[in-house]
């Protein structure tokens, strides 16, 4: 793995934040606060990029797990910023209700309403409020691979951290101050009880960012697990869909 000069690094991404979002003609963000470790970094780097009075959190639990609300409220105190709650539990049942008659039962299907229904909160409380940036949460590690659901989480106006692998994320968190439990709880998108990411995956944050660092940097992999090396190479090839704008027909004259 690569090493940074963290304190410089954290310095030019709230330079680039306070940029971006001063290209777009505003000067606010709101961001979907999961009470995990990258949740946690983004909001914690644009609250130092704009000052806490441009930044709003949302909690947005949807038959969650209590103690992830409980953490992004503590995190949003520390921070200092506004923190508006809004219970999608029963938006999300209601939904499942009534498509469940009209299709088989798909679980991931059904899981990935939760981060659609989130997404499309966050950027109607924007709109409303006026004008807002979204941003997003995911690290580069998950975007390489395609671990965020296509206009659920992985739909936002910038990426704050998506060009730092997990490992740094982590580092990034404790210069941050951002509390103990948060940065050790094990990363979970919380789409079903007992999920976690690294179980979902397959393999440990640890190993995919070497893997997906020496790929990124064209550095050999011979030394490394090669079924987990062709694991995260097929993850990757699948997820380009993701990571693109939606193609379209050129006629070229």
């Not at 001063?22 to 009470?35: E, L, N, R, T």
């Not at 990034?172 to 094990?186: D, G, H, T």
Request: net charge neutral.
């Amino acid at each position: 793995m690569r090493k940074l000069d963290y304190k410089q690094t954290i310095s030019e991404i709230q330079k680039w934040i306070y940029d971006y979002v001063s290209s777009a003609k505003v000067k606010c963000i709101v961001v979907g606060i999961s009470g995990g470790i990258d949740s946690a970094v983004t909001t914690s780097l644009c609250v130092n990029a704009l000052g806490k009075e441009n930044i709003i959190g949302l909690g947005l639990p949807c038959s969650s797990i209590s103690q992830d609300l409980k953490d992004a409220e503590k995190l949003a105190e520390l921070l200092g910023i506004k923190f508006i709650k809004i219970d999608l539990t029963n938006i999300y049942n209601e939904f499942v209700k009534v498509t469940e008659p009209l299709f088989e039962s798909n679980n991931m299907a059904v899981a990935n309403l939760k981060p659609r229904l989130r997404m499309m909160t966050i950027y109607f409380v924007g709109q409303s409020l006026g004008k807002f940036l979204v941003a997003g949460t995911s690290n580069r590690t998950e975007l390489a691979i395609g671990y965020f659901t296509k206009y659920g989480d992985g739909g936002v106006d910038f990426e704050p951290i998506g060009g730092l692998y997990k490992c740094e994320v982590r580092k990034i968190a404790r210069l941050l101050n951002i509390p103990e439990e948060i940065v050790k709880k094990p990363p979970s998108a919380g789409l079903w009880d007992g999920q976690t990411d690294e179980g979902e995956i397959g393999i440990i944050y640890d190993v995919l960012d070497e893997i997906i660092f020496r790929i990124d940097n064209k550095v050999d992999l011979d030394d490394l697990n090669k079924d987990e090396v062709n694991k995260v190479k097929g993850m990757i090839k699948s997820a380009q869909h993701k990571n693109k704008m939606p193609p379209f027909f050129r006629i070229d004259k």
